[in-house]
């Protein structure tokens, strides 16, 4: 039988509970400890964790297009199973690998855009105040001078991406309108005893700092892209080695040629590498000469996180990222012309030593140009080699064709009815690479006994053949050429409903030396139709180039000597095709 408790009974229950609670407090507080206790170790092991590595690049072959092929290696730490490396630059899509031993299991490997801080001096006002952060200060706006404790100071706004396959929305229409897009912070909060100031930091003329200990140098928060490297186990001293192909590294040619000698010139080659990717320290570089086919070159990897996939897709299809094409690189290099200049007295022709034996990937020749040490931004002058070479004086005329492909005969080409077409004779250098590596498109400068004598460029030319660099034009060679038509057959075809009268046309030609050396002189003609004879003979050659023209095209080469003041003659006759 219950029987009904007293006040008493009910007091002292109450009082049962009460030191239970208070019993169970100890508990609680040692469980909140603990958990908080795992939650700063947590943090502390975070922030125990070492900082992402710096790739290590050891080698680069450059390429004359503004295209590096990197090679770099990371070290796998001791005890860990993880890591993390910065990527020096964004590679080109396709081209980024992975190498590791064999004992090395690699888990994956995921790279992201993280944010990092690193500490500049302080130049501006403004950066002043951010590197003060925290401390009294005087300042003058306008004329009206504060003072207070530095509060804030804002920094930039991160852009906001917009996600094109989100729901909602329109395409294109989040990023016209988005009013947090990215700008730069221009906002300092001044603690005053009268309250808080909110000014630009831009408007400020001029500080005063109470405290001798003013901060000079304050922390940028940068963003860098980063490999997590994870491994199925720790493998210690291991080397993972990373390959890829990134833009902004090239280097540029660049010959001279000293003819002084009569017989053999002294060719001397110069590289200059320019680099705008990142720090090379010690680096292997090797200089491509060849013309590789990198389809995707312009189009950069995902793994550069410079574009969502929107954007990959995109460049996919157009064949570049946003970054722009450089292709125009490619080209040759542009023919540049010198005036008649001396060198200073004592200015020697550059002796650079014998050619190094480069390395044959195929159709690709790779140069080693030795250890660079090269900044970003930097350029540098790198010495190749300096060899003697056979070469000879060669004075070249070359007279084009005046049909075109469709028939139509145009002498004066752009010319006046009665004026004739300007007759150009070059005097040129046929040089022959005896040396062991090719020589590749360049600026050639030609010298002599320390004057310059002209440039021009220098074309590809693999080991053991020849090649022609132009000096300047020969004044002193003076040629004459016309033609003109000897018979005329009208209406001789009908084809495609065109009319074409068959005409024989008749060239003449003559040199002068007027200079007081014999010359080799080569005279070159190309014409349409079909050579009905040549005076003196000259070789001549059928030019595939004219398979689908109404008239085949034919190439005449005379080689001809001429002492001092000789002049000559010579003629040929040819049947043509003319379209009425």
Same mark, same amino acid.
């Given at each position: 039988?219950?029987?009904?408790?007293?006040?008493?009974?009910?007091?002292?229950?109450?009082?049962?509970?009460?030191?239970?609670?208070?019993?169970?407090?100890?508990?609680?507080?040692?469980?909140?400890?603990?958990?908080?206790?795992?939650?700063?170790?947590?943090?502390?092991?975070?922030?125990?964790?070492?900082?992402?590595?710096?790739?290590?690049?050891?080698?680069?072959?450059?390429?004359?297009?503004?295209?590096?092929?990197?090679?770099?290696?990371?070290?796998?730490?001791?005890?860990?199973?993880?890591?993390?490396?910065?990527?020096?630059?964004?590679?080109?899509?396709?081209?980024?690998?992975?190498?590791?031993?064999?004992?090395?299991?690699?888990?994956?490997?995921?790279?992201?855009?993280?944010?990092?801080?690193?500490?500049?001096?302080?130049?501006?006002?403004?950066?002043?105040?951010?590197?003060?952060?925290?401390?009294?200060?005087?300042?003058?706006?306008?004329?009206?001078?504060?003072?207070?404790?530095?509060?804030?100071?804002?920094?930039?706004?991160?852009?906001?991406?917009?996600?094109?396959?989100?729901?909602?929305?329109?395409?294109?229409?989040?990023?016209?309108?988005?009013?947090?897009?990215?700008?730069?912070?221009?906002?300092?909060?001044?603690?005053?005893?009268?309250?808080?100031?909110?000014?630009?930091?831009?408007?400020?003329?001029?500080?005063?700092?109470?405290?001798?200990?003013?901060?000079?140098?304050?922390?940028?928060?940068?963003?860098?892209?980063?490999?997590?490297?994870?491994?199925?186990?720790?493998?210690?001293?291991?080397?993972?080695?990373?390959?890829?192909?990134?833009?902004?590294?090239?280097?540029?040619?660049?010959?001279?040629?000293?003819?002084?000698?009569?017989?053999?010139?002294?060719?001397?080659?110069?590289?200059?590498?320019?680099?705008?990717?990142?720090?090379?320290?010690?680096?292997?570089?090797?200089?491509?000469?060849?013309?590789?086919?990198?389809?995707?070159?312009?189009?950069?990897?995902?793994?550069?996180?410079?574009?969502?996939?929107?954007?990959?897709?995109?460049?996919?299809?157009?064949?570049?990222?946003?970054?722009?094409?450089?292709?125009?690189?490619?080209?040759?290099?542009?023919?540049?012309?010198?005036?008649?200049?001396?060198?200073?007295?004592?200015?020697?022709?550059?002796?650079?030593?014998?050619?190094?034996?480069?390395?044959?990937?195929?159709?690709?020749?790779?140069?080693?140009?030795?250890?660079?040490?090269?900044?970003?931004?930097? !350029?540098?002058?790198?010495?190749?080699?300096? +060899? @003697? %070479?056979?070469?000879?004086? =060669?004075?070249?005329? $070359?007279?084009?064709? &005046?049909?075109?492909?469709?028939?139509?005969?145009?002498?004066?080409?752009?010319?006046?009815?009665?004026?004739?077409?300007?007759?150009?004779?070059?005097?040129?250098?046929?040089?022959?690479?005896?040396?062991? !590596?090719?020589?590749?498109?360049?600026?050639? +400068? @030609? %010298?002599?006994?320390?004057? =310059?004598?002209?440039? $021009?460029?220098?074309? &590809?030319?693999?080991?053991?053949?020849?090649?022609?660099?132009?000096?300047?034009?020969?004044?002193?060679?003076?040629?004459?050429?016309?033609?003109?038509?000897?018979?005329?057959?009208?209406?001789?075809?009908?084809?495609?409903?065109?009319?074409?009268?068959?005409? @024989? %046309?008749?060239?003449?030609?003559?040199?002068?030396?007027?200079?007081?050396?014999?010359?080799?002189?080569?005279?070159?003609?190309?014409?349409?139709?079909?050579?009905?004879?040549?005076?003196?003979?000259?070789?001549?050659?059928?030019?595939?180039?004219?398979?689908?023209?109404?008239?085949?095209?034919?190439?005449?080469?005379?080689?001809?000597?001429?002492?001092?003041?000789?002049?000559?003659?010579?003629?040929?006759?040819?049947?043509?095709?003319?379209?009425?």
């Amino acid at each position: 039988m219950l029987l009904p408790r007293t006040k008493h009974e009910s007091m002292n229950l109450k009082g049962d509970h009460a030191v239970k609670r208070i019993a169970t407090l100890p508990i609680l507080l040692l469980v909140l400890i603990l958990i908080a206790g795992s939650l700063w170790a947590d943090r502390a092991v975070a922030r125990a964790w070492p900082p992402a590595q710096a790739l290590e690049v050891k080698q680069v072959a450059l390429f004359k297009n503004g295209l590096g092929f990197f090679v770099a290696e990371a070290t796998c730490p001791t005890g860990r199973a993880e890591f993390r490396a910065t990527l020096p630059a964004a590679p080109s899509h396709g081209t980024f690998w992975i190498s590791y031993p064999a004992g090395v299991d690699l888990a994956s490997a995921v790279v992201s855009e993280v944010e990092s801080e690193e500490v500049r001096d302080a130049v501006t006002i403004a950066e002043l105040l951010k590197a003060n952060e925290g401390r009294q200060v005087k300042l003058t706006i306008g004329e009206e001078e504060v003072s207070g404790t530095i509060d804030r100071f804002a920094e930039n706004r991160n852009t906001v991406r917009p996600n094109p396959y989100a729901p909602g929305g329109r395409t294109g229409e989040t990023a016209n309108v988005d009013p947090w897009r990215a700008g730069p912070g221009s906002l300092v909060v001044i603690r005053t005893d009268s309250g808080i100031l909110c000014i630009n930091p831009h408007s400020v003329t001029r500080l005063m700092f109470p405290e001798a200990n003013m901060e000079r140098r304050y922390a940028q928060t940068v963003r860098k892209v980063e490999v997590d490297v994870r491994l199925g186990a720790p493998a210690p001293k291991q080397t993972l080695t990373l390959t890829f192909l990134a833009k902004g590294v090239t280097w540029a040619p660049s010959y001279v040629v000293d003819i002084t000698d009569e017989k053999r010139a002294k060719l001397a080659a110069k590289a200059v590498i320019m680099n705008d990717t990142c720090d090379l320290k010690g680096v292997g570089v090797d200089l491509v000469t060849g013309f590789p086919h990198l389809q995707f070159s312009d189009v950069v990897s995902p793994l550069g996180m410079k574009e969502g996939l929107a954007q990959f897709l995109q460049a996919l299809n157009r064949g570049q990222s946003e970054r722009g094409s450089m292709s125009h690189l490619t080209a040759n290099v542009m023919s540049q012309r010198a005036s008649f200049s001396r060198r200073p007295q004592g200015a020697s022709m550059p002796d650079y030593g014998a050619a190094e034996a480069g390395t044959v990937a195929e159709d690709l020749f790779l140069y080693p140009a030795g250890q660079v040490t090269l900044e970003r931004g930097e !350029v540098a002058y790198v010495p190749l080699f300096t +060899e @003697t %070479v056979p070469y000879e004086h =060669i004075y070249q005329w $070359d007279i084009p064709d &005046y049909v075109d492909a469709q028939g139509r005969y145009d002498y004066n080409r752009g010319q006046g009815e009665e004026q004739e077409p300007e007759q150009e004779v070059w005097h040129s250098l046929r040089l022959t690479n005896t040396t062991k !590596v090719p020589w590749t498109t360049a600026p050639g +400068e @030609t %010298v002599k006994g320390g004057a =310059i004598l002209g440039q $021009d460029t220098l074309e &590809y030319t693999p080991s053991g053949a020849d090649t022609t660099l132009r000096i300047t034009r020969a004044v002193g060679v003076k040629a004459d050429q016309v033609e003109r038509e000897t018979k005329r057959k009208r209406d001789a075809m009908q084809l495609y409903g065109y009319h074409y009268d068959l005409v @024989t %046309v008749r060239g003449d030609l003559s040199v002068l030396n007027a200079q007081g050396k014999a010359i080799t002189m080569e005279i070159t003609k190309m014409l349409s139709g079909e050579v009905e004879s040549v005076e003196p003979d000259a070789k001549q050659e059928k030019m595939a180039q004219g398979l689908r023209r109404m008239n085949g095209l034919t190439k005449l080469t005379w080689t001809i000597e001429l002492s001092p003041a000789e002049e000559k003659l010579l003629s040929y006759v040819y049947d043509v095709y003319v379209r009425r």
